[in-house]
Structure formats: structure tokens, C-alpha cells
T-cell receptor
């Protein structure tokens, strides 16, 4: 009965380093979302997958951000050449299907760029 | 996207009811009203949702105004574990999918 799992929980990266954040959604969930949450703010939408298809990447802040879900389950959010403004909590959520009201969130990965 | 407005913060005494308001004057006929909450150091969790009628579940109740321009999340007896940021969100169910768009939410403090 595992929920959405994200790893690592914490990541410290030197400025300019590439990072990869992993999300394991609940098994069988079709929809997968990534969010970025700055300190004291609500989560901001980054991108959405329906199975392996990335249907919306309108929230990705720059071309340094890239997400994939190649087999329609595990997803990876990659940030290239990290900058200090990338420091935030990155949240992943999944839901069973389209139009299902409840989205399940992971605990997030806290990224600190130094 | 239709927007919601909520107070930045609220306080409640433990074991008393809490009424968290949300205004959504530009709501459309196909927008559902959703509430999520985020406990400290956790991801958001779904609380409740509704369209027109009031809704109850094990976590809370949702009271929706007749004109649907506002709603209230009701916690019947606040506990210390209810201290969280509460987000009121509109989701359009007529589109093929609808991402959850968060505002700043209401930070609820519960006083023992």
C-alpha cells in the first residue's frame, strides 16, 4: 500500500551541477504531475504526463528543466546546470485516471543549490 | 484559470470548530471546488471536493454557497494535527485533464 515515493528526500548540489529527481507513483496511476514549491509559497505546476506522454510542460521554467516517464510509471525530473534560484522542494503527484478528483502527493525532494 | 482568494492565516483553539473561507467569484459552471491541505514538511493531501451540494467526509465538510461564488471548509473539532496550510482550488472537469493549480492558501494555527 505504498504511496507516491520520491528520492532523494534531500539533495545539495553545487551551482552548475546536473541533478536528477525520481518519482515512483502509485502503481496503475495514469496521471503524473511535477510541482516546484519555493519556501512559503504554494506549489507551482511544472509538467504533466498521461502514461508515457508528456501532455503539458508549460510550467517548466527554462530549457534546463527536463522530465521523462519512458515506461509510463517512474518519472525523472532532470535539472541541468543548476542555479541558486532552482532551490526549492520538488513535488510529484499521481492520480488514477483523468477526471479523478484526488491527486496523491509524495513528500517531495528538497533541492538546495550552493 | 478561475482564481480563488483565501485569508493568509487563521487561528483556532483546539477542539473547537474551524471555518475556512474561500471566495471564487469567477467560478464557471463546470468548475469543481477542491480543498487540499499541506502539513509541515509533507506533500499536499486531498481533503474534499464538491460541485453544488454540501459534502461531508471523514476529514471535513464543505459548504458551498447557493451562487457558488464562495465556499467554506469546516473542520468540526480542530486538533493539533490539523495545523497546516489549506488550499482552495478550482478544477474544470470538462477539459480532458486539469492540473491542480495552487494559490498561497490559508495557514491554520491550532492553539492547545
Amino acid at each position: 500500500g505504498a504511496g507516491v515515493s520520491q528520492s532523494p528526500r534531500y539533495k545539495v548540489a553545487k551551482r552548475g551541477q546536473d541533478v536528477a529527481l525520481r518519482c515512483d507513483p502509485i502503481s496503475g496511476h495514469v496521471s503524473l504531475f511535477w510541482y516546484q514549491q519555493a519556501l512559503g509559497q504554494g506549489p507551482e505546476f511544472l509538467t504533466y504526463f498521461q502514461n508515457e506522454a508528456q501532455l503539458d510542460k508549460s510550467g517548466l521554467p527554462s530549457d534546463r528543466f527536463f522530465a521523462e516517464r519512458p515506461e509510463g510509471s517512474v518519472s525523472t525530473l532532470k535539472i541541468q546546470r543548476t542555479q541558486q534560484e532552482d532551490s526549492a522542494v520538488y513535488l510529484c503527484a499521481s492520480s488514477l485516471a483523468l477526471q479523478v478528483p484526488e491527486a496523491f502527493f509524495g513528500q517531495g525532494t528538497r533541492l538546495t543549490v550552493v | 484559470d478561475a482564481k480563488t482568494t483565501q485569508p493568509n492565516s487563521m487561528e483556532s483553539n483546539e477542539e473547537e470548530p474551524v471555518h475556512l473561507p474561500c471566495n471564487h467569484s469567477t467560478i464557471s459552471g463546470t468548475d469543481y471546488i477542491h480543498w487540499y491541505r499541506q502539513l509541515p514538511s509533507q506533500g499536499p493531501e486531498y481533503v474534499i471536493h464538491g460541485l453544488t451540494s454540501n459534502v461531508n467526509n471523514r476529514m471535513a465538510s464543505l459548504a458551498i454557497a447557493e451562487d457558488r461564488k464562495s465556499s467554506t471548509l469546516i473542520l468540526h473539532r480542530a486538533t493539533l494535527r490539523d495545523a497546516a496550510v489549506y488550499y482552495c482550488i478550482l478544477r474544470d472537469q470538462k477539459t480532458s485533464y486539469d492540473k491542480v493549480i495552487f494559490g498561497p492558501g490559508t495557514s491554520l494555527s491550532v492553539i492547545p
